[in-house]
């Protein structure tokens, strides 16, 4: 697979409404792959197609317990709430506090075009939440609670 280039939040992509997928092509396919590896790369635990310039309302997730592809997803249920720090590839080096649903049921269809239902609390739910509203061209940034802070990592001494 390839990786793809993560469009960031001055790139107008970002802002548009993304389409439905109507079949699997292997077009697709090698998209998918690309967005898993763009997203493994870059330490990302979702990725949606627009953020490497496709408006196909496909997402990946990976929060440590193996990747999810939800194609043409769906919120069904949202209940609880969290409030925490939230980042995104698109706004490298930023985070911002955000308050999401802290339970969230999701209806999409897998790569084989098959509907499955998800079911996700506190970092899952979040990043439901995150990457679906990527695909609706909203971005993190206009639910922060208070300004954005530069998120920094500290190397590891040795």
């Not at 409404?17 to 590896?37: A, Q």
């Not at 939230?86 to 999401?100: A, D, F, N, W």
């Not at 509907?115 to 990043?127: D, K, M, P, Q």
Request: hydrophobic share 35%.
């Amino acid at each position: 697979m390839a990786l793809r280039k993560i469009r960031t939040e001055e790139d107008p992509v970002l802002y548009k409404i993304s389409r439905p997928v109507k079949e699997m092509t292997p077009k697709l396919h090698t998209l998918i792959g690309d967005m898993l590896d763009t997203m493994y790369e870059a330490m990302g635990v979702g990725l949606a197609a627009p953020q490497v310039g496709i408006l196909k309302r496909i997402v990946t997730i990976d929060i440590g317990e193996g990747p999810l592809v939800l194609i043409n997803p769906e919120i069904l249920e949202t209940s609880g709430e969290q409030t925490g720090d939230e980042g995104c590839l698109s706004v490298p080096g930023m985070s911002g506090q955000v308050t999401r649903p802290n339970y969230v049921k999701v209806k999409a269809l897998d790569e084989d075009m098959n509907e499955v239902i998800y079911e996700g609390t506190e970092l899952l739910a979040r990043a439901f939440c995150h990457e679906i509203d990527h695909l609706d061209g909203k971005m993190y940034t206009e639910l922060v609670e208070g300004e954005l802070h530069r998120t920094t990592y500290e190397e590891d001494e040795v």
